[in-house]
């Protein structure tokens, strides 16, 4: 079982940054995929970021350049730097750890989630 809580959402004007963390517990994190997800309302969840236990990240279109995933594999967290925030952007960010093992089924697991509002 894997648990994540993630932390670091709140209240920015556009055009500021916030940094999101989500910490694991319970799990070998390092070999996780892990990503950031987010769900405005009326909308699906939608992918924001992932990060592979090798490393390698892909991002969705709308925020490239703009976010930034990382992970530290020695505190099982990892984190999400968002800078040029836009009202779009509003959402509530949820943390997803991903194993598919060579057999049987894949190992999926979600945080809470955190809420970030884009406003002025």
């Known amino acids: 079982q894997v648990h994540l809580v993630e932390s670091g959402g709140g209240l920015v004007q556009p055009g500021g940054s916030l940094r999101l963390s989500c910490a694991a517990s319970?799990?070998?994190?390092?070999?996780?995929?892990m990503g950031w997800y987010r769900q405005a309302p009326g909308k699906q969840r939608e992918l924001v970021a992932a990060?592979?236990?090798?490393?390698?990240?892909n991002y969705a279109d709308s925020v490239k350049g703009r976010f930034t995933i990382s992970r530290d594999n020695g505190e099982k967290t990892v984190y999400l730097q968002m800078n040029s925030l836009k009202p779009e952007d509003t959402a509530v960010y949820y943390c997803?750890?991903?194993?598919?093992?060579?057999?049987?089924?894949?190992?999926?697991?979600w945080g809470q989630g955190t809420q970030v509002t884009v406003s002025s």
């Open positions: 997803n750890a991903n194993w598919r093992p060579p057999v049987g089924a894949p190992y999926d697991y």
């Open positions: 319970g799990t070998i994190f390092r070999i996780y995929t």
């Open positions: 990060i592979t236990n090798g490393g390698s990240t």
